[in-house]
């Protein structure tokens, strides 16, 4: 049987509890952080009173009403809000440093949220709130509200990184965020899932604390909301329980949300929370500062592996360039569009089957040349404006069709690498859907434009130093992205 008796007090940024017996008592400090303001005790009163009311949602029965604080006058001199007080020995973040054995609680919870957010009101104010220029306009308040720090509690080349990728991915993702809203993922949700909030109790999970100081912050898109804890799962060391979570959470609500959409809010909410800790440290506690750091490099994880990027990989037709497309999306969960499959879909042929034909004849005269390019990013457009890495695999010979590719990375602010694949002549090998013989590979290699923007690869039978590519590829420096 779990012992409540102790009396105890813990505070927070915005608030002090005070846990006697079975109750809490949650005191809102006269503070104002910018975000919040409760310096007037009206303030505090209408605050301690919506807490209630939002926190009921998921937790009817821990909420209990708000009592008043008399003064000596025996007047009411402050509020606060009173609780059924949780056992701390099912605190979710105390099950989680033990390395307790939850993976059946928190399916449990992520079906409770996916519920929640299926119930939750929507409607045309809360569907402003998941719009893209909204989206940016909280990480911009973020980005404001942490200036101060810069160079002191908070490292400022770690946070002009994060400003810029988040730009960054933000610009070229408004069909994104549109396609989010119209199919209503965007909600009133609870805003603030962290797992010292959370109870796992025998008759199921008690989620406590919801934000509301600030309507708008509440209203989100669900796996932003599911996001905050997973970020929280991965902050207390345990980052395979975070994506099992995110996992389940998809499952639950049917939301096949992509992954650098994921991403993304994790990293919100990792830099919230390096807000909220750099807030902490001001105040006056030392120990806030680690927290900086290691939110801040979660932030940097997420952003800097959700990056969406465009990956033309080109040369000749059997210097070995599909397989190594295949096996750098293996590692970058990209799609990979070729060239010569999407010019055999045009002509109407099997993309199984070869279209070998003499050289600029057929399908390869410079009209389908230019129609199969013209189709490669009309794919690829689609793809990145969703935050979807894209590889293209083709000769990519000609300036024309490289500057295109240029313009497309720019317009969709997708991070741009160029490969050059460059295989001997004696480990040249006919790949499965290429459909030129020798003659016309030597005759395409002899056309072909300078690449001297491009890396050269080293491929061959064994598919090319995919090592080199991902090095290539892959940068946690700030990456130029084309045309800017």
């Known amino acids: 049987m779990t012992v409540l008796n102790e009396a105890e007090m813990l505070q927070t940024h915005a608030a002090v509890l ?13 503070v104002d952080l910018g975000f919040l303001d409760y310096r007037r ?3 505090r009163f209408r605050a301690c009173h919506r807490e209630v009311r939002l926190n009921r949602r998921l937790a009817p029965d821990v909420y209990l009403g708000v009592a008043d604080i008399l003064g000596p006058d025996g007047l009411p001199c402050d509020h606060m809000v009173v609780m059924r007080r949780m056992p701390a020995a099912r605190r979710l973040s105390t099950l989680v440093r033990q390395g307790a054995p939850i993976d059946g609680e928190l399916r449990r919870l992520a079906r409770v949220m996916a519920v929640f957010h299926g119930a939750a009101r929507r409607g045309p104010a809360i569907d402003a709130e998941g719009t893209q220029a909204a989206l940016r306009g909280r990480w911009d308040a973020t980005f404001d509200q942490l200036r101060r720090f810069h160079g002191g509690v908070l ?10 990728r988040v730009h960054e991915f933000l610009d070229g993702r408004d069909r994104l965020f549109t396609d989010r809203i119209v199919r209503g993922r965007i909600v009133d949700g609870h805003g603030d899932l962290l797992a010292d909030d959370i109870f796992l109790l025998d008759d199921g999970p008690r989620i406590l604390d919801c934000l509301e100081f600030d309507d708008r912050l509440r209203y989100l898109d669900g796996l932003d909301d599911a996001a905050f804890l997973a ?36 990293a919100y909410r990792a830099f919230v929370r390096a807000k909220v800790a750099c807030l902490r440290h001001e105040q006056g506690n030392p120990d806030a500062a680690a927290d900086v750091v290691a939110y801040t490099h979660i932030t940097l994880r997420h952003l800097r592996a959700g990056t969406t990027r465009l990956i033309l990989i080109g040369g000749p037709p059997a210097a070995g360039r599909t397989a190594l497309a295949g096996r750098l999306a293996d590692h970058l969960g990209a799609t990979v569009l070729s060239g010569d499959r999407i010019r055999r879909e045009l002509a109407g042929l099997d993309p199984a089957t070869s279209a070998a034909t003499g050289f600029g004849q057929g399908v390869y005269t410079r009209e389908w040349t230019d129609r199969t390019y013209a189709e490669l990013s009309w794919r690829a457009r689609r793809l990145l404006q969703y935050g979807q890495s894209v590889i293209l695999d083709a000769s990519w010979a000609r300036d024309r069709h490289r500057e295109a590719a240029r313009a497309l990375a720019a317009c969709t602010r997708s991070a741009l690498t160029e ?3 460059a295989a001997p002549a004696q480990e040249m090998h006919r790949e499965p859907l290429s459909p030129a013989d020798d003659l016309v ?19 061959g039978t064994g598919g090319g130093d995919v090592t080199h590519a991902l090095a290539a590829v892959v940068d946690d420096r700030p990456m130029v992205t084309a045309g800017r």
């Open 419 to 421: 490969l050059r694949c």
């Open 18 to 30: 005070v846990f006697l017996g079975e109750h809490a008592h949650k005191i809102k400090k006269p």
């Open 41 to 43: 005790r009206a303030d």
């Open 441 to 459: 590979t030597a005759l395409l290699a002899a056309e072909a434009a300078p690449w001297p923007e491009a890396r050269e690869i080293a491929t």
């Open 231 to 266: 970020m929280d799962l991965e902050h207390l060391g345990a980052p395979a329980l975070a994506g099992r979570f995110l996992d389940w959470y998809a499952q639950f609500s049917g939301d096949p949300a992509p992954e650098p959409l994921r991403r993304h809010y994790l």
């Open 155 to 164: 490292d400022a080349d770690a946070a002009a990184e994060v400003e810029w």
